[in-house]
């Protein structure tokens, strides 16, 4: 009788909320609030998952042109970061470049296809291919695409793009 009279004030305990209940002279339990969800589970991918965290400017040095226009030789530096639970294997990362309102992006430079040879889970890794110029007079974009040739099986394929526009 006396094990069914703490199952049901455990019963009605947990009704209430959470609570400690005493289970006998020496045995403690913290009762929590059930919560019930008919959502099944989300399941996490043991995929890697390469994504751009982040296009960074490092300015160099201040020049002028023939013209007197003032522009800047800056460095641009991209980190790119595997947010997935298991290493990638080899991919390559691409940095485009948008000089002026209503251009395309191209190829920033020859150089501009950066070979990785992988990332382990959680691992980051920061690239820096070569300096550029603003001497153009138009504010430029940088695109950076990790896995340009999709040769990783992502968790998720469609975040692995970020876009910075380097002001002076």
């Not at 150089?111 to 138009?138: D, E, K, M, W, Y």
Request: proline letters at 6%.
């Amino acid at each position: 009788m006396k094990a069914l009279t703490v199952i049901i004030g455990m019963v009605f305990l947990i009704g209430l909320g959470a609570a400690n209940v005493a289970a006998g002279p020496e045995v403690r339990m913290n009762v929590g609030t059930i919560i019930k969800s008919n959502k099944p589970a989300a399941k996490i991918s043991k995929l890697p998952d390469l994504v751009i965290s982040s296009v960074a400017f490092e300015k160099v040095v201040r020049k002028k042109d023939i013209h007197n226009n003032e522009y800047w030789i800056f460095n641009v530096r991209i980190s790119v970061k595997n947010r997935g639970h298991s290493d990638s294997g080899p991919f390559s990362v691409l940095l485009e470049r948008n000089v002026g309102p209503g251009g395309q992006y191209v190829r920033a430079c020859p150089p501009c296809i950066i070979s990785v040879p992988g990332l382990s889970a959680h691992q980051t890794i920061t690239l820096s291919p070569r300096q550029f110029n603003n001497a153009n007079n138009f504010n430029s974009s940088f695109r950076a695409t990790a896995d340009i040739r999709n040769t990783v099986k992502e968790s998720r394929e469609n975040n692995n793009t970020k876009v910075r526009a380097f002001v002076p």
